[in-house]
């Protein structure tokens, strides 16, 4: 039987796998195995040629018992709801290994943002918001960037918010540039608490960082400062990088300023300076310590996890490792950090950006790094210590942590 790749329904596969281990109450299950509220509309969009083109829009709220929604919006031509279902039901699981005060939504145009000009793309982001203003704010769901979308995006949209609302409230959506609110230190966040993560898998591994090879699938906001910090903060000789359009290999180890330089110039990886072209399956199959998905969902798969030869598997990404590629990496001894604990780091400072902006008081980078490292450092430690209580694989160690925050949280609201 072929292995089912439906976001949604892998998503509830690994719930259901910890609700047995945990022996959580069947009514509990069931409650969390589905999202609260969600979404469905569509948005008109005058197009520069005069046309009007009616795009698909979603958000979900997949529970808010420990604090407003929080999750990104994706802009990409194969969304659906089952994906944007599953990646809100992964930040609620998110925010409570993280322990930040939030609970777990997202949202997602169908669309492909590299065929819309920038006022088409500015008109998209402002119908985005007229859709959905009515259900998010500080206290209901604060929306931020993910694949395809920005901090100017982000920017349209708390202003057609607030010409909405009529007042300033730059917390209702996170991500933003530093001029309108944002917090220093978000854009690199995300790959920064994964580095954190990966620093402490390989202390406990007892695996020296300095030198070890590493690759990394993906080249966006997150892949890219994985390349940069993995390079300048664990010292990791990073050979392989890609793109959705192939990847670059160089067995010395790539420069991170070279390889962003020829990506902003030319908009792809390929024909980087001195490097090899290889595959995205290449790159996941090759022999390196560190392995990074940090592009889109389904990239390990029953059909080459047996192939992988990492060590630790660090996914940045959302998604990345099916249930049967976790089941072939767990019996070879790799050792991963599942994504809802690696990429927390996102969450984590858009979360220092809503106190912020709550305070109308602003840390430097170096408070939120420190911040960053406590708040990572006390996540994986509690997920590591979970995986050797209960002689668990680390994913499910992740959701017992998590799915028994939110669970607490429920009880004691008295919804279950
Ligand atoms: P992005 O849009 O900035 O970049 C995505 C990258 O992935 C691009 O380089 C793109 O070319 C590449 N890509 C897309 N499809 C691919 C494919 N089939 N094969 C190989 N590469 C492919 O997105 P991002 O913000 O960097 O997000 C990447 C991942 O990290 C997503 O899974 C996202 O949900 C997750 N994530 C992002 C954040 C954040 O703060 N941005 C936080 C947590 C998790």
């Known amino acids: 039987m072929s292995e089912n790749l439906n976001p949604f329904a892998i998503a509830q596969a690994q719930l259901d796998k910890a609700a047995s281990i945990l022996q959580l109450d069947p009514d509990m299950h069931a409650f969390l ?12 969009v005058r197009m520069d040629d005069g046309r009007v ?10 529970n808010d018992a420990r604090g407003p929604a929080k999750g990104g ?28 005060p939030l609970g777990g939504g997202k949202g997602g145009v169908v669309c492909d943002p590299r065929k819309l000009s920038t006022g088409e793309l500015e008109r998209l982001a402002r119908g985005y918001m007229r859709n959905i203003a009515g259900i998010v704010g500080i206290t209901q769901d604060v929306p931020a960037p993910d694949v395809n979308t920005n901090p100017q995006i982000m ?33 690199p966040a995300t790959a920064m608490g994964g580095m954190v993560t990966i620093r402490e898998a390989a202390r406990v591994l007892g695996l020296p960082l300095a030198g070890a090879t590493c690759a990394i699938q993906g080249y966006g906001n997150v892949g890219s ?17 890609s793109d959705e359009y192939g990847g670059v290999y160089a067995g010395n180890g790539l420069d991170p300023d ?21 595959t995205n399956a290449d790159l996941l199959e090759m022999k390196v310590d560190v392995l990074i998905p940090a592009a889109i969902e389904n990239q390990v798969t029953g059909q080459n996890a047996d192939r992988i030869q990492a060590r630790i598997v660090a996914e940045l990404a959302n998604g990345p490792t099916t249930p049967e590629a976790d089941k072939i990496l767990t019996e070879k001894g790799v050792y991963i950090i599942p994504d809802f604990l690696c990429n927390a780091g996102g969450v984590t400072v858009s979360y220092f950006e809503m106190v912020q902006n709550a305070y109308q008081f602003y840390w430097d980078e170096a408070l939120v790094q420190q911040r960053l490292d406590q708040k990572m450092t006390t996540a994986f430690q509690a997920v590591h210590e979970m995986a050797k209580q209960k002689k668990v694989e680390t994913r499910v160690a992740a959701y017992l942590v998590a799915v028994d925050r939110v669970a607490e949280a429920v009880r004691l609201r008295g919804w279950v």
């Open 73 to 100: 919006i994706r802009f990409h031509p194969d969304e659906t709801i089952d994906t944007v279902r599953a990646l809100a039901a992964w930040m609620t699981w998110k925010t409570a290994v993280a322990d930040v």
């Open 33 to 44: 195995r589905e999202p609260m509220r969600e979404f469905h509309f569509t948005i008109p």
């Open 155 to 187: 920017s349209w949209m708390l202003d057609e918010y607030e010409v909405i609302a009529r007042h300033r409230e730059p917390g209702v959506i996170t991500g933003k540039p530093l001029a309108l609110g944002g917090s220093a230190g978000r854009s």
């Open 225 to 241: 400062f994985a390349h940069k910090l993995a390079v300048e903060v664990l010292g990791l000789n990073v050979i392989a990088v």
């Open 258 to 278: 070279i390889v962003s330089t020829h990506i902003r110039r030319h908009g792809k990886l390929n024909e980087c300076v001195g490097t090899d072209p290889c």
């Open 53 to 62: 083109q009616t795009f698909k829009g979603f958000r979900v709220q997949y």
